[in-house]
């Protein structure tokens, strides 16, 4: 797959580099010390340690990287125009240094000011988000005859950002000058972005470009609206969860987010028989399928909290595995499954040490499957199990972001080699 566009502008670059170092100083990394300090170590971690991890997981690496991506791919599925270079310029500008100020204002009394410069973070995000949001609008507006719902996806998907970037600011005015918005939940805002914002656009683009890449059959369009109102109730559902959780009544709410996995393994059917693959490849497809089964045991997990309302029994780290379930395996694995498919194809390269990548996307699944041993804890061998599984994430990540990084060098060295191949052509031109 080459979609090197014709001008040589590479707008997803710089959300692609941001994105890589967030997730890796200090979404995997700070993760990694987290788990091991809490399950292995068993020493407790500060709250604002388990909070920048999240901003950095969440808006720092799935929000910029999806952003990057769909700036190339958005214009093309839509079919609309691409984003001006202002735009592209104000959204990374705005993005990137608001994800920054945001992660350094949970320095607390580490970091002098540290308040301060979370407010600005999060009022910038807003204004990124908001412009995002805005392009996406455009491009379903003036969409032609849509063929699936791939734009009522994914422009849905980036509403919920704006939602989740509202309510980061609500949540951070809160923490910085107290006052009734101290009590927003923090919960209020990772769920609205990973459920709806990142969910959202990830089944969005598996409607076509995920479908090609795992070898399956295009999901038929009867089944996609089923699969898109059963995902917005499923978000809502645990929005209000997430207003009520002290509320015993509201545990059948965890059913909403699981009937909507459930709906949407249904629509996309990942798991039937494939195309067979034209010679050796990475392990895209396994990345994406596992992503899936991930989806699947998160909603296992999901419909067992459901069950505390009729008298089940709920593990002490129940949640902490469900909530792992989805992020680290549904959500982190299928996103670093499509930029290993997208990066190198946008650059116009092959994907670059293949087996480093792949070493990658085994560390990441491992890493997700030990995540969900938490549920037998407190059992000592599974919190050292769930702790291991941070020094492997944060390993998998960086080997999957090495190759990332690697993609973008070469594309740039193409890139290059084209604009003195142009320039040559010119200077020929001119002479004759």
Partial sequence: MRLMPQNLRAPWVPFVIASVVFTVLVGALNGAWNLWSLHVLQVPVPVEHHQSHAIAQVFGFMWLLKVGISFHLAPRLMGGAPPSPKLVKSVALAGISGVALLVLGRFGSLLPGSAFLGLVGAVLLLAA???????????FLARPTPTDWLPVFVTSGASWWSFSAVMLLGWQLGQSIGGPLARIPFDLVTMSGLLGGTGGCILGITLRAGACAMRIAHPPVSRQGIGFFAWQLGTVALLVKTLTPFESWSDVLWLGPALAIVVMVWVVRPFQKVAPAMGPEPLIRFAMVASWAFGLAGAVLMTWQALALVGVTQPPLLRDA?????????????????????????????????????????????????????????????????????????????????????????????????ETSRAAVTVRLVEA
Avoid: K, Y
């Fill in 129 to 139: 988000v908001t412009l995002w949001t805005r392009f996406f609008w455009q491009l």
């Fill in 322 to 418: 469900a909530r792992h379930a989805f992020t680290l395996g549904f959500g982190q694995l299928g996103v670093l499954a499509f930029a290993g498919r997208m990066v190198p194809g946008f650059e116009g390269v092959r994907l670059p040490s293949r087996g480093i990548f792949d070493a990658g996307i085994l560390f990441v699944t491992a890493s997700a499957g030990l995540r969900l041993l938490s549920v037998f804890g407190p059992s000592r061998g599974a919190l050292v199990a769930s702790g291991v599984s941070g020094p492997l994430a944060l390993v998998g990540v960086c080997l999957v972001s090495w190759c990332l990084v690697r993609a973008l060098r070469g594309g740039a060295a193409l890139r290059r080699e084209l």
